[in-house]
């Protein structure tokens, strides 16, 4: 099992727009074959913000996820409500 851990910086004009789109995200990846679970995490420093925890059962499962029409669906705009780029990182889950 691996988790991808996703660092998100919204524009301060678009907070409530990117927490909407991650969860429409989030709903749409729980839907997927191989996906274990999600969470989202808010950060108390920087209200711009947003990362996500998702668990997925392999490696090559979240590369599907990521090159499926549902996933290029749900997040088509999302390039205008971030501030950066974001960063992830994966990693494997330790049992």
């Not at 191989?34 to 090559?60: A, C, H, Q």
């Amino acid at each position: 099992m691996i988790g991808v851990l996703t660092h998100h910086w919204a524009m301060d004009n678009v907070i409530d727009e990117a927490r909407e789109l991650l969860d429409r995200n989030g709903a749409a990846q729980s839907r997927a074959p191989g996906f274990v679970s999600r969470e989202t995490f808010y950060s108390l420093n920087d209200p711009t913000k947003i990362t996500t925890m998702v668990k997925w059962d392999s490696d090559d499962i979240y590369e599907a996820w990521r090159a499926s029409p549902e996933r290029a669906a749900v997040m088509t705009g999302a390039d205008a409500l971030w501030s950066k780029h974001p960063e992830s990182e994966r990693f494997q889950v330790a049992e």
